[in-house]
């Protein structure tokens, strides 16, 4: 199994109070990325030997978490700043082909038998800033938008596909609300402060903990400030992405 992450990985940190538990990815502008131990599964539940996986700065999943890979034509790729719940399934090929008489893979059975071959989706894509509650189970092709949140027990059928800042709950999951309002949504995703280091987000600190629900003015007032502030550190440090 390949694991790919930011450019300014700096290894793995077996001294982390958390190691027991996770992989613990570290990174030389701060931050770390935590996989548990056991995540990468094939239909015989060892180890997957194959695909890969990309994972962001800041990004976990809970522990007992699982991705199934049955093959290398699937893969995981998940953004920056997300927070997954404990238990979840990422299953990322397994379809079997319904078109024909049976979906069984006759092949398994020897004799020389065959089946067609199976269906495959596309990867499976978690992008930034996106909450996923306990036990979600994920079907291959999904793709979580920025800002997402997907609500604990939730089933995303193959193919999913969310708008940016929605809120899912469900099996199969539908849109609950969003989290903003339409222009504020907009200006976060123009934003996209999840490309900025921590500490941009460390000088900044005090606007991401105020209400963005309540007042829509202020909120914009709020981005407009951060997005100056985006401003001036890419006059000085270069773009960030």
């Not at 930011?6 to 570290?26: R, Y």
């Not at 015989?44 to 695909?51: Q, R, Y």
Request: with cysteine; charged share 20%; glycine share 10%.
């Amino acid at each position: 199994m390949q694991i790919y992450t930011e450019d300014d990985f700096s290894g793995e940190v077996p001294d982390h109070p958390w190691a027991a538990q996770f992989i613990v990815m570290g990174y030389a502008s701060g931050g770390t990325s935590l996989v548990p131990h056991g995540f990468f599964r094939n239909w015989l539940d060892e180890e997957a030997t194959h695909g890969y996986c990309y994972i962001g700065r800041c990004s976990a999943f809970g522990v007992g978490s699982i991705a199934k890979y049955d093959g290398g034509q699937q893969n995981l790729a998940v953004g920056r700043f997300v927070a997954g719940g404990q238990r979840l399934r990422f299953v990322l090929n397994g379809q079997h082909e319904m078109k024909t008489i049976s979906t069984y893979m006759f092949s398994i059975a020897g004799m020389g038998l065959r089946n067609a071959p199976p269906p495959q989706y596309a990867d499976t894509v978690i992008k930034n800033d996106v909450w996923i509650g306990d036990e979600v189970m994920v079907l291959g092709g999904s793709v979580i938008e920025n800002g997402c949140v997907i609500g604990a027990r939730s089933v995303l059928p193959p193919n999913f596909s969310s708008e940016p800042y929605g809120i899912y709950a469900g099996a199969p999951a539908r849109l609950v609300r969003h989290r903003f309002s339409e222009k504020v949504r907009a200006a976060l995703l123009e934003l996209a402060w999840w490309d900025m280091p921590l500490s941009w987000i460390r000088d900044n600190n005090a606007e991401f903990l105020q209400d963005m629900t309540e007042d829509e003015d202020a909120a914009l007032a709020i981005i407009a400030r951060l997005t100056e502030s985006r401003k001036a550190y890419e006059a000085e440090h270069g773009p960030q992405t």
